[in-house]
T-cell receptor, first 113, second 114 residues
Framework: AQSVAQPEDQVNVAEGNPLTVKCTYSVSGNPYLFWYVQYPNRGLQFLLKYITGDNLVKGSYGFEAEFNKSQTSFHLKKPSALVSDSALYFCAVTSDSNYQLIWGAGTKLIIKP | DSGVTQTPKHLITATGQRVTLRCSPRSGDLSVYWYQQSLDQGLQFLIQYYNGEERAKGNILERFSAQQFPDLHSELNLSSLELGDSALYFC?????????????FGSGTRLTVV
């Protein structure tokens, strides 16, 4: 069965420091991986996706994620955090053997000034 | 503006009542997905329609039903409402019937059952 884990309910980072939000997955077949962000009282916004190709994917707002097949991970990163990055981040996965999108539980990112 | 339109934005209703949530997908998208987001259960997939036909079903209660119309807009009907149905309900859309390219979310309908 497909699954996604976001092991941290909350991540706290000081403004200007690098941030990482973790995501690991389990699928059969080739994975398609996504990160979405949700600001308070808003819908989910697409950040980036990995389908195939370069393992380092660059997305919106300066975020990037690295696909690691051996560790089945797709961690979200940003070199220098902004207070405005504070939001709820969701990782999601599907595969070419099961096209349903499976969502992680979400990680609340708090950037402190 | 994501291009996915949901109405109403807010809805307050009493237990036992019935409500209808509406979603218009992004232009050119044939699939519509409904999600429920509550504080204690995260993001729950309810149902997907593709070009008018039910494509996939998730954790949708029997009191809930949905349909997609010929103009591709979709409605989610919630009946015999309970306090626990209070949540954010999101609609998303995608071009194809598969989700391997992700999809676009609307801004949601916040349902409060009192």
């Amino acid at each position: 069965a497909q699954s996604v884990a976001q092991p941290e309910d909350q991540v706290n980072v000081a403004e200007g420091n690098p941030l990482t939000v973790k995501c690991t997955y389990s699928v059969s077949g080739n994975p398609y991986l996504f990160w979405y962000v949700q600001y308070p009282n808003r819908g989910l916004q697409f950040l980036l996706k990995y389908i195939t190709g370069d393992n380092l994917v660059k997305g919106s707002y300066g975020f990037e994620a690295e696909f690691n097949k051996s560790q089945t991970s797709f961690h979200l990163k940003k070199p220098s955090a902004l207070v405005s990055d504070s939001a709820l981040y969701f990782c999601a996965v599907t595969s070419d053997s099961n096209y349903q999108l499976i969502w992680g539980a979400g990680t609340k990112l708090i950037i402190k000034p | 503006d994501s291009g996915v339109t949901q109405t109403p934005k807010h809805l307050i209703t009493a237990t036992g009542q019935r409500v209808t949530l509406r979603c218009s997908p992004r232009s050119g998208d044939l699939s519509v997905y409904w999600y429920q987001q509550s504080l204690d259960q995260g993001l729950q997939f309810l149902i997907q329609y593709y070009n008018g036909e039910e494509r996939a079903k998730g954790n949708i209660l029997e009191r809930f039903s949905a349909q997609q119309f010929p103009d591709l807009h979709s409605e989610l009907n919630l009946s015999s409402l309970e306090l626990g149905d209070s949540a954010l309900y999101f609609c998303a859309s995608s071009e194809g019937q598969n989700t391997n390219y992700g999809y676009t979310f609307g801004s949601g309908t916040r349902l409060t059952v009192v």
